[in-house]
């Protein structure tokens, strides 16, 4: 099983909200893995370090969920975050974490929350879970996820799962995050929820590379993107926030790849200058 626990923070001090953009207006702003000191001239920071400067925060390395401002949701931030961390491949993480808007990150009541991870791990067993199970050649197993149509129902079906034997079978792992998520999911902790259904899409994309090697790297492609898009639809839950004009939102992240340029430069020539004394 993976761990991302060492992304977990206490909310950090209240910060003015701002409503959110369109990142598609942005395909030159890199989303990398890990967190950055300062972005480059041509972007380089994580997904949510660049939520950050586009919500028009100042940029803030981002490390913990609590170095995100207060206004953002903290079980979608974690969830980003691991899918950030989990995607290796560059180019594909940039076509799927870049069109995340800022606008629906926003923090609601608990109990939108609780909806939004409810729907990530109804979503998980159902969509993500069975690609395992297919490539371990349990089809029963695959066809029962599934059918899940509900958190409760996810609930249901990974403790019936749980009951089963898998030692042995490399599904160890997976079955120890459904777990925790299940458990934290009816103890009505979000943020441990989004955690460990995140860490579920990188247990399931490891059955598949250690089955399947490079024939089951298309298939790993397809589990990420399908992280992707629960992302988007738990963002859709409790979001009314009007985008940002597209302008503004460039305006800012220039600002932000200037001053990194700016800062640069102003190194360089202050090395320079202690060289020569």
Sequence with gaps: MFNFSFFKGRVAPGMQPTTGFDFGRLLNWRILRGSHEFPGPDGGTCVN???IVAAGYP???VRRIDDCPASFSRPLALYAMCLNEIVLDDMLRQELLLPSSPARWRRG?????????????????AEIVPEAF???????????????TTADEAVAVVKALLAQEWRGVRLSGLMSSLSMAT??????????????????IADVAEIIGSVGGCAGSQDCRGVYRRGAAILDGALKIGNSAEPIAPDL??????TVRQ???SERRMCVLSKAF????
């Design 49 to 51: 370090e660049a939520a």
């Design 183 to 200: 458990e934290d999911y009816l103890s009505g902790r979000a943020i441990d929820v989004a955690q460990y259904c995140g860490t579920s």
């Design 274 to 277: 202690c060289g020569v004394l």
């Design 59 to 61: 940029y803030t390395p």
């Design 109 to 125: 009541h608990p109990e939108v929350d609780l909806q939004r991870v409810a729907l990530i791990l109804q979503r998980t067993v």
């Design 249 to 254: 939102v460039v305006r800012r992240m220039d």
């Design 259 to 261: 001053s990194a340029v």
């Design 134 to 148: 297919d490539w371990l050649g349990r089809s029963r197993e695959a066809r029962r996820c599934r059918a899940v």
